[in-house]
């Protein structure tokens, strides 16, 4: 039906950059709120940064003024840009897409996940 493909991440400094990429394809005839979420190590899975229908986006607040998540015009492809990167940014980061699909109402749709390292 629908399948979301994480890319980018890898490893950084603290203070460093990275970029993480989310495209979502198959059946959709809408696409609603999109996000990332982060498991750090030993740590429940929790929201980073999401962009709701709206356009209205929503960051963690240890995220925010760091991490921005955009969207191309179609918003099938999701972004996440983090700056000044810190070790507690460390973790597998997945992205969702709530996408509404014939027969099947608005359902979340997870990535697989993409590890993002931050180490001295």
């Known amino acids: 039906q629908v399948q979301v493909v994480e890319s980018g991440g890898g490893a950084a400094q603290p203070g460093g950059s990275l970029g993480l990429s989310c495209a979502a394809s198959?059946?959709?005839?809408?696409?609603?709120?999109v996000g990332w979420y982060r498991q750090g190590l030993g740590t429940q899975r929790g929201l980073v940064a999401e962009?709701?229908?709206?356009?209205?986006?929503n960051y963690a607040s240890s995220v925010k003024d760091r991490f921005t998540i955009s969207t191309d015009d179609a918003r099938n492809a999701v972004y996440l840009h983090m700056d000044s990167l810190k070790l507690e940014d460390d973790g597998i980061y997945f992205c969702?897409?709530?996408?509404?699909?014939?027969?099947?109402?608005?359902?979340?749709?997870w990535g697989q996940g993409t590890q993002v390292t931050v180490s001295s």
């Open positions: 198959g059946s959709m005839s809408g696409i609603n709120d």
């Open positions: 962009q709701l229908v709206d356009g209205t986006t």
């Open positions: 969702f897409v709530d996408a509404a699909v014939d027969g099947f109402g608005i359902r979340r749709y």
